[in-house]
């Protein structure tokens, strides 16, 4: 039976930079997530009897959220909804099945790789028909409903069960529990050369993924271990868990430190890997070399062809803003399209269906393809894992050949987390306010060449985002930009991001944070951050 139910808006559920992401107390506020999903139903039409796909990253609150949406997903008129076997779907699985389905839609639950748990986070996004996350036209009638809502529809009927891959009905709708692996485990055999990376595993090669206890475990075991042959035990911490061990599942530097120092220390595997919450994201780090996600993205650029799925060439690179100058040096090379988006897979999405990009990247170790409309960790790992095995070398030598080659852009991020929302705005004003005035100011050795606040024009459908982040350029294309997080679920999160560029081999090896000292003072005292934070020094730097 359908039941409509009163509510009342609430004034918080604004969607950031990937969907809204609160603390799963805020969740739990009465009708607080179906205020969200109806809002969401609100603002699409045409779906009556069509497929929508659910899935999540096994966090806190994953199996009740799942139960409810399938519930006023029945209410709305959906024909039916695919769900990934206890309520378990990487992000990028979800893009996947949304493709091959051709599903109307899909909603994933995951606060990616923010920490999970009674007291941690939670979110729900919406991504469309292409398999990626809705667009900010989509995601403003989500909000603008949010503020008008009055009642939303859900049936009266017992949950369904998640943990039996099969049928069943829900109203007038059929539920489908789905194998959560499969299908995004063949779309990886179609990509790439399962029998020449099972070659490099047999040949001894040695390599260590950590799943953080989240939801790339099962995928990870599955194609790693079991289809690769890669030995019992590469994959580490791969059974996912509501609140991930009590860890972050963020694969930085700072909380994946586990496996970073697995793969400095003595006799370490050849190669290391990490995945996030939700399994989008991307650490890889080669025995004794830390990769950027920035020089990650140029180095998978400038080798895709030697997987079968790139062979033919790419069509084109996208970056988020942020993210280093390194994607454009090949680029050009290549004689390829390059494009600069805002910060936020979603500005990819255009570019990927419009075939002018292949591969698309950002800073905050996401990296992908035209496979899926998501960011995709373990795409990345096996792309290189690919690219290994058809060099036959280490990652030393191509991290060091590939810099020699295009020239070197050094790149750290400086996170100062969870400071005074008042302060970080003020921060951001005062800079906006200077920007006309910044040209040809100097700061030591350093003139500043340009300033400006990034806005981005899609080529594609023409929409313009503006106030994207501060950017404040040198000569010789360094850059220092700030810009204030669209995913943190308290208080504000500011980021400067600081990029060198070094064209001279033999100033390859410099530790990073020293080869970025000069830049790295300067966007500390042209922002005042101290000032505005109350922070001496940042609380992340990756
Ligand atoms: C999300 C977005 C990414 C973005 C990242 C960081 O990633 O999908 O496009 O780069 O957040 O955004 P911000 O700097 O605004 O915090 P994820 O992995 O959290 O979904």
Not at 376 to 389: F, R
Request: net charge negative; glycine share 12%; with cysteine.
């Amino acid at each position: 039976m359908i039941k409509t139910i009163t509510t009342t808006p609430y004034a918080d559920q604004a969607p950031g930079t990937s969907g809204l992401r609160k603390k799963v107390p805020v969740f739990q506020k009465p009708h607080y997530v179906e205020n969200f999903v109806q809002s969401i139903f609100d603002s699409l039409d045409g779906f009556a009897g069509q497929t929508l796909v659910l899935g999540g990253d096994g966090r806190y609150y994953n199996r009740e959220v799942i139960q409810r949406v399938l519930k006023m997903a029945a209410a709305n008129g959906f024909g039916r909804v695919l769900v990934g076997q206890g309520g378990i779907l990487s992000t990028p699985a979800v893009s996947n099945v949304i493709r091959k389905y051709k599903a109307y839609g899909g909603i994933v639950l995951s606060a990616s790789h923010n920490p999970g748990g009674p007291d941690g986070d939670f979110g729900i996004k919406y991504n469309i028909g292409n398999g990626g996350p809705a667009p900010e036209k989509i995601t403003d009638a989500i909000f603008a409903r949010t503020r008008s809502i009055t009642s939303y529809k859900i049936v009266e009927a017992p949950d369904v069960d998640l943990d039996r891959p099969g049928v069943s009905r829900l109203g007038d709708m059929n539920v489908e529990v789905i194998d959560s692996v499969a299908d995004y485990s063949a779309l990886m055999q179609q990509l790439f050369d399962f029998d020449r990376i099972g070659d490099l595993f047999r040949s001894g090669f040695r390599m260590k993924f950590d799943a953080m206890s989240a939801v790339t475990g099962p995928y990870a075991h599955a194609i790693l271990e079991r289809a690769l042959g890669a030995t019992a035990g590469t994959v580490m911490h791969g059974q996912p868990l509501p609140d991930f061990g009590g860890h972050h599942p963020d694969p930085n530097l700072v909380h994946a430190k586990e496996i970073y120092d697995l793969a400095m220390g003595t006799n370490a595997p050849d190669f290391c890997a990490a995945s996030d919450g939700d399994g989008d994201r991307n650490l890889i780090i080669g025995r004794g070399i830390f990769v950027t996600p920035s020089d990650s993205l140029a180095m998978l650029a400038a080798n895709a062809q030697l997987a079968p799925g790139y062979a033919k060439g790419l069509a084109g690179i996208a970056r988020s803003m942020p993210t280093s100058g390194a994607a454009d040096r090949v680029a050009q090379k290549l004689g390829i399209g390059m494009y600069e988006t805002p910060t936020g897979w979603k500005f990819f999405g255009n570019l990927l269906d419009a075939g002018l990009v292949t591969i698309c990247g950002e800073e905050s170790a996401g990296t992908g393809s035209s496979h899926v409309r998501e960011k995709d960790g373990l795409w990345a790992v096996l792309l290189w894992l690919n690219i290994l095995a058809a060099r036959k070398t280490s990652m030393l030598d191509i991290v060091q050949g590939h810099w020699a080659t295009y020239g070197r852009n050094y790149y750290s991020r400086h996170d100062y987390e969870e400071v005074e929302s008042d302060g970080a705005n003020a921060m951001m004003k005062m800079l906006r306010d200077q920007l006309p005035s910044l040209k040809g100011k100097t700061f030591g050795a350093l003139e500043i060449a340009g300033a400006d606040d990034f806005a981005y024009h899609d080529p594609v459908d023409g929409s313009d985002s503006k106030n994207q982040g501060v950017r404040i350029l040198f000569p010789d294309g360094s850059r220092v930009v700030y810009r204030l997080s669209g995913t943190g679920t308290a208080g504000a999160t500011i980021r400067i991001y600081i990029e060198k560029f070094e064209a001279d081999a033999s100033r390859h090896n410099v530790e990073t944070q020293a080869a970025l000292g000069d830049l790295i003072a300067l966007s500390r005292n042209l922002s005042r951050i101290e000032h505005y934070t109350q922070r001496s020094a940042p609380s992340v730097i990756t």
